[in-house]
């Protein structure tokens, strides 16, 4: 359970901890590790500070702390650095404490637990976060970090026991290390892990490659300038994480097929991707996710996704059950399903950037439900329990979910059908690994023009 009395309640304090973040030893964050028994930490630090490593211990005094060793991750275009190291051999049910370190600086100390291994646990999702920046208004950066951090601490007031928080990309506006720093500021995330993945903002500079440090991540393998696929076990959940800007299939049929040999067992089986495949709203959009449905569908069937996570458009949006780009059963008006035999597609809405929709553009025919608001700021728990995975989606400030829908599947597939990919599937495998490599080398040379250098 995480004790939310100490974090930043108002923005004053809220900027007295961004503030001085640096010189208190640049506030550790946590990303999952490959799974239950890892974790892996980020903390930032100044351009001159060397030697970094962790002190991780059971006793709150780090008195018999092992000294983890860190790596320090140059990154481009920033005034500050991070550091990367991974904690490995964590028990269940067990209290952590840590400290990070550097030759000039150390942090408090923190601690996070582990769960047990009963299956019921709660996730956070958020998507299109927005921390933004101005280089005439430092406000931008401090609020939009501060709002997310209160949507932390709302969604723990809902559900104090949150062992996981999910972010569907665009953490930042124009992919500034300022913006991620204050992305990462929360308190919140000193004790729970945040696992995040690429959107479109985070591709407007380099520094999304290397801030954040993603469990089972290869960035040699992939063929997209800003990073790799990932993907990691939490509990009996198996979370594929999936940049959808990169077109190049090959690379993430790689990362399916892999995460699913090394997992076999895994009850429920999510997949992040930043773009909304079936939300409608935004018609000039339709034809960039229908291209994208082409290439991940059969991927999805194939591997009997149970929940697609997405957001982008900005527009809240749940799909009825959908297999092989149709609906098999509509779910409107209906608050679970049972053993389905096909995935539901989730959109949230942003945090920091609600949208309201233009005149005439319309959910798509596959969405059951959708909230779309200029003021609402959306978040999402998910609960899962045993046979049953609920989605209860939030507005900001309101007490009750606007939304609340369950999945309930019996045994590891329920009565999901796994279809062989189509006989083009290879065809598409060739021409988007072609696509690719010239879409990075255009998206690079952007940059550089820009000035952002890698
Ligand atoms: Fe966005
Ligand atoms: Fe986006």
Not at 219 to 244: E, K, V
């Amino acid at each position: 359970m995480t004790e939310i009395k100490d974090f930043p309640e108002t923005l004053e304090q809220w900027r007295g901890h961004w503030e001085g973040i640096l010189d208190k030893g640049g506030n550790p964050f946590l990303c999952p590790g490959a799974d239950d028994t890892k974790r892996n930490i980020v903390w930032t630090s100044r351009k001159d500070e060397t030697e970094p490593f962790v002190l991780l211990s059971e006793n709150s005094s780090l008195d018999d702390a092992k000294r983890i060793k860190a790596r320090r991750i140059q990154l481009p275009n920033s005034v500050v650095d991070t550091n990367h190291a991974e904690l490995c051999g964590l028990l269940p049910n067990k209290t952590y404490y840590y400290r990070c370190v550097t030759n000039q600086k150390h942090s408090e100390i923190y601690s996070f637990n582990t769960k047990g291994e009963s299956d019921i646990f709660s996730c956070i999702y958020i998507s299109d976060v927005h921390v933004g920046s101005s280089k005439d208004n430092p406000e931008v950066l401090t609020e939009t970090g501060f709002r997310l951090h209160k949507v932390f601490l709302e969604a723990l007031s809902h559900r104090p026991d949150i062992s996981m928080i999910l972010s569907g990309g665009d953490q930042a506006s124009s992919g500034k290390a300022d913006e991620y720093r204050a992305f990462s500021a929360s308190p919140v995330l000193s004790e729970i892990p945040i696992n995040c993945i690429v959107g479109n903002h985070d591709k407007k500079n380099f520094v999304y490659t290397y801030f954040f440090n993603n469990p089972n991540y290869k960035i040699d393998g992939s063929h997209s300038f800003i990073g790799s696929d990932h993907w990691f076990t939490h509990n009996n959940a198996l979370f594929l994480c999936i940049d959808s800007n990169n077109s190049c299939l090959g690379d993430h049929i790689k990362t399916f097929e892999t995460a699913f040999s090394e997992n076999p067992g895994c009850k429920w089986k999510i997949l992040m991707i930043h773009h909304d495949l079936y939300g409608g709203h935004n018609k000039n959009r339709s034809r960039e996710n229908r291209l994208l449905a082409n290439l991940l569908v059969p991927l999805i069937d194939k591997y009997g996704i149970d929940l697609v996570t997405g957001g982008h458009s900005h527009y809240y949006s749940r799909s009825h059950i959908l297999h092989n780009k149709k609906i098999v059963e509509k779910t409107d008006g209906k608050s679970e399903t049972t053993n389905p035999k096909g995935t539901i597609f989730l959109a949230s809405g942003s945090v920091n950037c609600p949208r309201n929709t233009k005149k005439g553009y319309l959910p798509g025919p596959e969405c059951a439900a959708d909230h779309i608001s200029t003021d609402d700021r959306i978040y999402n728990i998910f609960d899962f329990q045993g046979d049953r995975l609920t989605v209860r989606s939030y507005a900001m400030g309101k007490k009750e979910p606007f939304e609340v829908f369950s999945i309930v599947k019996h045994g590891l597939d329920g009565a999901h059908p796994r279809t062989k990919f189509p006989v083009y599937y290879g065809l598409y495998r060739a021409i988007t690994f072609i696509y690719g490599l010239i879409n990075n080398r255009i998206e690079i040379n952007r940059l550089h023009k820009k000035g952002i250098k890698e």
